[in-house]
């Protein structure tokens, strides 16, 4: 066939398909690799219609073919401009058009230098540089699942978890960086001459967040854009960033911690961005594969709930070195243990004097023909990056010179399959595609198999899901052999896998179930270490996580550390992370209120409102009312009360109110103890913030009878805390520091820790009005270090505040006592204390202020600044402390009937 009519065949093939394998093109028009390369040439270089992806497929990037008769008709050329990375990566998903939260990881890549290169190029050539750099960057984005939302003049903005996510998008964000960067290193510019020019460099910001993503822009240009805080700190990132770097935030580094060598770069100052961030440089790829192998690093607990599985292993390996060779495949869900059993086995064989081969497969190189065998080749050959080519060949020989299979063709072939130059001392290879395909299957599969006649062999290949055919066809042929060689074959994948091998009397299938409910609680007491969790905890823990192994430990974590604040959000983001790559809406929303928690605790309120508000907006009642009885506790209950909590500090006092009304008829209405409880405890909290003792006392009266009755302990004690500040409040100052003492005491002895520096603050508050200055200051510097222990700092700026009442006391107090005044009175603060005293309570005043406006907790700062204006009043600044209490008092657009702005108006009344 003439070459011209052969490429209008290919070209309307592919503009069909938008795609074809090489392997099919050359099947289907019966070319020579040397007529392929001439198609490739022409559809790639010559007429840009095209681009190479991975050496296996071309892809299409030209117009369709229904799209060129309109183009004829219109006198309009066809499209030929779009890279292909995206052109296939631009296509809205059109069930995703609405606006939705997510997490995404944002990446923003900007080219170094480009005002530099237009200067020394022509246009043309110019062009050429950046269609090849658009390219090649594309090509790594695709590879990885990433979506190209918006090319920003030389810069790319791209989604990692959009429009599909994944458990791992984090780790493909920086892999994707760190392959660019590698890429663009050995990029030429233009014209070919590389030594006249520097390579291409490039800036890669990364970062992991929540954001709404969704249509913007007019009818005429519609895009998917994902809006929020999380992309504007990823550009900032980006801007900061050196050439040739990968920087990732605090958020990304904790999702892939462990599986790259990071340097931690400190908190450098971002325009615009008013929370320090820790960012980190990731210098490389770490040795560890997988989250799985992160955790090995770290230790593993004992297996648990596998023992039959396990045991059935255990027999086909005792098999293997008698030359009954054996296949073990064992299939199973993410997170359901398949790794944990690998390895288990691993550990035991280690002891003895068995090879272990391993093989993985990669979901990121399910187009690359053999890759878990190339690297795996490449390991045993001990490649390192600065081996040079002719290095890396003399590696190959020598090692090959310790083996028996080796033929005259053996070097050549695995030369080629690992990309390496042709060897100097042997002939040049005269095969066909297909011949040197399959001499090197041969060659690969008597190098493994000399192995087990030396000593018997455990090989495992993971995660077949993600196999390339190429590895398939090898495997294929390994199974046929299997039976004759002192060998056992484990082969992993997930349930969407369906091996095509015949059945066989030498395999076996092995699949892994959930576990059951004992089974998954003897986990999270080996996790805990024997410790003791509140029973509603364990239950919530077995309920939620559904016999998921790897959910077990990421939940149960999450508990475990709840009164280690920062641990425990890392965990609800990872939690959330593996949520979203399973989209089970129970999951999400179980996630976010996890999140939405550790966040309320680290007095980040606005994510915390965001998650809570987003989590009752996944909430459907006929499908999560269950919750309350299978979970052990209703997270629309749980986060109504959270929400009537953060509006409250968010300086909305009467919208605060109206969650607890709400929160108490739901509880009323799920008739549940335990989520009835919650809404007591969180309902008396809310009246406590509003500075009102007798509701408190009231709502604290009930829930304590309802807590006795179910014995929550905990809870209990948080109630007697919380009603023994109503006792204190109302002039019963005694009664009300005993209570507090005795539930400070309750809660300690269930080993809970969360809330402590809150109730320690109302300890403090007691004694302030009691004028027991000793004790006061003492529950101040405890509670400095219980938060500064666990993280906890949603109380924070309240303490401060007292801190700086009591030292004013006290200053007062020793005043009077050292002019022979009279006895000491509470809490007057007149006459006035020594300066110093002064000055330390301002500072106290100050850093309570700066507190509450980072946390952008308006009833704070307004209950700070009052105290501050008090002093500064005694002081003779009222021109100073009018106008700072009149500016947060003036913020306000409720809630004028609370005491706090009842106070705070009266003072500025005082003051004009």
Known sequence: MPFDEMLNQVRELLQSKGRGAYRALKRRF??????????????????????????????????????????????????????????????????????????????????????????????????????????????????????????????????????????????????????????????????????????????????TGLVVIGEIGSSEKREMLALGETPNIAARIQGHVSPDEV??????????????????????ELKGVTTPLTLHRVVRESEAQSRFDVAVQAGLTPLVGREEEFALLRRRWEQAPEGEGQVVLLSGEAGIGKSRLVQELKDQIAQNSAVRIEFRCSPYHQNSAFYPLIEHVQQVLCFVPSDTPHAKVQKLEQTLARYHFPQSDTVPLLAALLSLPHPDTVSPLTLTPQQQKRKTLDV?????????????????????HWADPSTLEFLALCLDQVPTARMLMLLTFRPEFTPTWASRSHVSHLVLSRLGRKQTSAIVEQLTSGKALPTEVMQQIVSKTDGVPLFVEELRSVYLVRGEVQ??????????????????????????I???????????????????????????????????????????????????QILWLRGYPDQALQKAHDVLALAREIAHSFSSAIAELHVGHIHLYRREPRAVQQQAKAAITLCAEHKFANFLGQMMIIQGWAFAEQGFHAEGIAQIRQGLAACQATGARLFRPMYLTFMTEACWKAAQIAEGLSAVTEALAAGDKTGERFWGAELYRLKGELTLQKGARDWRLKTSSSSPQAPSLKPLAPSGAEQEAEECFLKAIEIAQRQQAKSLELRETVSLARLWQRQDKQKEDHQMLSEIYNWFTEGFDTKDLQEAKALIDELS
């Open 30 to 207: 019966d070319l020579d690799d040397e007529y392929l390369e001439d198609l490739k040439s022409e559809l790639i270089k010559a007429e840009r219609v095209a681009v190479d992806e991975d050496g296996e497929v071309l892809v299409w990037t030209g117009s369709s073919a229904k799209e060129e008769p309109e183009n004829r008709k219109t006198g309009e050329p066809a499209r030929k401009d779009t890279p292909a990375s995206d052109s296939k990566l631009r296509t809205p998903n059109p069930e995703l058009s609405a606006a939705e939260r997510r997490q995404l990881t944002v990446m923003f890549c900007d080219l170094v230098g480009s005002t530099a290169l237009s200067a020394q190029l022509d246009p043309e050539e110019l062009r050429n540089v950046v269609r090849s750099y658009q390219e090649t960057r594309g090509a790594v984005i695709r590879r990885y699942e990433g979506h190209i939302a918006q090319h920003l003049g030389d810069g790319l903005l791209v989604y990692f978890g959009y429009p599909t996510a994944h458990e791992d998008d984090a780790q493909r964000a920086v892999r994707a960086g760190l392959e660019i960067i590698g890429a663009m290193r050995g990029q030429v510019t233009g014209d070919g001459e590389q030594e006249r020019r520097p390579p291409l460099q490039v800036r890669i910001g990364i970062h």
């Open 247 to 268: 920087m990732i935030s605090a958020a990304t580094y904790r999702l892939v911690e462990g599986l790259f060598a990071c340097e931690d770069r400190g908190q450098p």
């Open 444 to 464: 690969l599969l008597h190098w493994l198999f000399e192995e087990a006649e030396c000593a018997p062999v455990y090989t495992v290949w993971e995660d077949l």
């Open 567 to 592: 641990r425990a959000h890392e965990l609800g983001e990872q939690l959330l992370s593996l949520a979203e790559s399973v989209q089970d809406p129970g999951f999400l929303l179980e996630a976010r």
């Open 594 to 644: 996890a999140l939405g928690n550790t966040s309320f605790l680290r007095g980040d309120f606005a994510f915390a409102h965001r998650q809570f508000k987003h989590a009752l907006e996944l909430y459907d009642p006929q499908h999560h009312r269950s919750h309350a009885f299978v979970y052990g506790l209703d997270p629309r209950v749980f986060g109504l009360a959270r929400m009537g």
